[in-house]
């Protein structure tokens, strides 16, 4: 049984910093590709950066880019998502997602339907 659990967020002024953890369980961690997706209230979810397996390669959303930044640790089953610089409309709930085992290489790496399995989330407020 997939598991991913987050934790991590909480309320910072505009110029903060956080730092998300997402803790995996329940598969073979270390040969999904895995991402970070947020939704706001009355907004769809966004992907926002992804990962490769092997924690080589990464991609951002540009809204996010230069400020936030993916990494993962494979022994501690650990997926992460530093942000700084935040903004008011950073405040969202953040998801950790895992990517489905036909995910390859080359494809969309924010488009949440590529992703099949999802943590419960946690809330990031960013106050101006």
């Known amino acids: 049984q997939v598991q991913l659990a987050e934790s991590g967020g909480g309320s910072v002024q505009a110029g903060g910093s956080l730092r998300l953890s997402c803790v995996a369980s329940?598969?073979?961690?270390?040969?999904?590709?895995m991402g970070w997706f947020r939704q706001a209230p009355g907004k769809e979810r966004e992907g926002v950066a992804s990962?490769?397996?092997?924690?080589?390669?990464?991609w951002y959303v540009d809204s996010v880019k230069g400020r936030f930044t993916i990494s993962r640790d494979n022994r501690r089953r650990a997926l992460y998502l530093q942000m700084t610089s935040l903004k008011p409309e950073d405040t969202a709930m953040y998801y950790c997602?895992?990517?489905?085992?036909?995910?390859?290489?080359?494809?969309?790496?924010?488009?949440?339907?590529?992703?099949?399995?999802w943590g419960q989330g946690t809330q990031v407020t960013v106050s101006s």
């Open positions: 997602a895992r990517a489905r085992a036909s995910f390859a290489y080359g494809g969309n790496y924010f488009a949440s339907q590529n992703y099949d399995s």
């Open positions: 329940g598969y073979t961690y270390d040969t999904y590709y």
């Open positions: 990962i490769s397996p092997r924690g080589s390669t990464t």
